[in-house]
């Protein structure tokens, strides 16, 4: 029965990552939920990932900054400290007693701050000195302050720091954040970087800061353990590239030098973080030139996800916004039931329940 149902839903077919043996190819999407009480994980967490939590599937933890000076946003979760370990302990506990494989996303927000966030309120640290506009949602950032560039390799060794620490958390492995507009892509736009000295001008040059981030914790954690997200096409926070192709292309082509597990790309049609557009660029490219797992992420419902599997564009395909409304994606996906609406007033809330861990499972959704 198995067999017949899995020809049918290509999403629901096993997958080899490297040495992890996933069951199915649907991924949780590193969600930001800002409910870590001063940058700690909280107990409610723990019920949070284990509701989302299926036997061989991988999750990716929220964004979770890897210094004092990588914080942007309230109540995101830290993992420089040793209280910030211990407390990520019990949650990847529950997500393995379940069967999961459990990834941390580590973060630097460079710019994407303001100096209420920073250590002795200092400006927040970046590629460059540029500010980001006023928002349209009423977050404020500071002018960055331009790292010079014997300050560079403290970021990085900050990085592989918070991946030995994920390691000690129990986590299977770390991705590291690439995308969205955050310190490593405002190395790597051009929209952003105005350096001149070797990690500014040139393409290779503003992906060194990326690469030596990867290869640092690859050396750090194994690069078999290692995955990356990367958002080429996005522009959110004034970080744009004006050759994206061009930049995704050699990110992907570079990483193979370092044999990492997985590359993990925003989809082209996601030029804002939740609404989707009709574009004409695509990840193939990318997925051709990667010789690891592929994962793609961006606006994929049931049937699209299906397609993009079936049609070898992607290995495993991450939801967002569905999996954060639908603890039991798979079973849904399994059955094609309806799915739950996510509410977008209760996506940053502090709330430890409200629209975190009390979206209805499908029994309780049609019992109810
Ligand atoms: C509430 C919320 C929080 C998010 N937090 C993160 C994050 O921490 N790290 C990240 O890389 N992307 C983050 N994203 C982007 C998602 O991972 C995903 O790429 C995006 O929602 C598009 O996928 P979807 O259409 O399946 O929701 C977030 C998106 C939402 C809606």
Known sequence: MGEVRNLQVPLITPYKMGNFHLSHRLVLAPLTRMRSYGNVPQPHAILYYSQRTTKGGLLIAEATVISDTAIGYPDVPGIWKNEQVEAWKPIVDAVHAKGGIFFSQIWHTGRVSNTGFQPNGQAPISCTDKSIGPSSNGSHYSPPR??????????????????????????????????????????????????????????????????????????????????????????????????????????????????????????????????????????????????????????????????????????????????????????????????????????????????????PFLEEATSA
């Open 146 to 359: 331009r790292l010079s560039t014997k300050e560079i390799p403290q970021i990085i060794n900050d990085f592989r720091l918070a991946a030995k620490n994920a390691m000690e958390a129990g986590f299977d492995g770390v991705e590291i954040h690439g995308a969205h507009g955050f310190l490593i892509d405002q190395f790597m736009k051009d929209q952003v970087n105005d350096r001149t000295d070797e990690y500014g001008g040139s393409l290779e040059n503003r992906c060194r800061f990326a690469l030596e981030v990867v290869k640092a914790v690859s050396e750090e954690i194994g690069a078999d353990r290692v995955g990356i997200r990367l958002s080429p096409f996005s522009d959110y926070m004034e970080s744009g590239d004006s050759n994206p192709e061009a930049l995704g292309l050699y990110m992907a082509e570079s990483l193979n030098k370092y044999s990492i597990l997985y590359l993990h790309v925003v989809e082209p049609r996601m030029k804002t973080m939740e609404e989707k557009f009709k574009c004409s660029e695509s990840l193939v490219p990318m997925r051709k030139a990667f010789n690891g797992t592929f994962i793609v992420a961006g606006g994929y419902d049931r049937e699209d996800g299906n397609n993009a599997v079936a049609e070898n564009h992607a290995d495993l395909v991450a939801y967002g916004r569905l999996f954060l409304a639908n603890p039991d994606l798979l079973k849904r996906f399994e059955l094609d039931a309806p799915l739950n609406k996510y509410d977008r007033n209760t996506f940053y809330t502090s709330d430890p329940v409200a629209g975190y861990t009390d979206y």
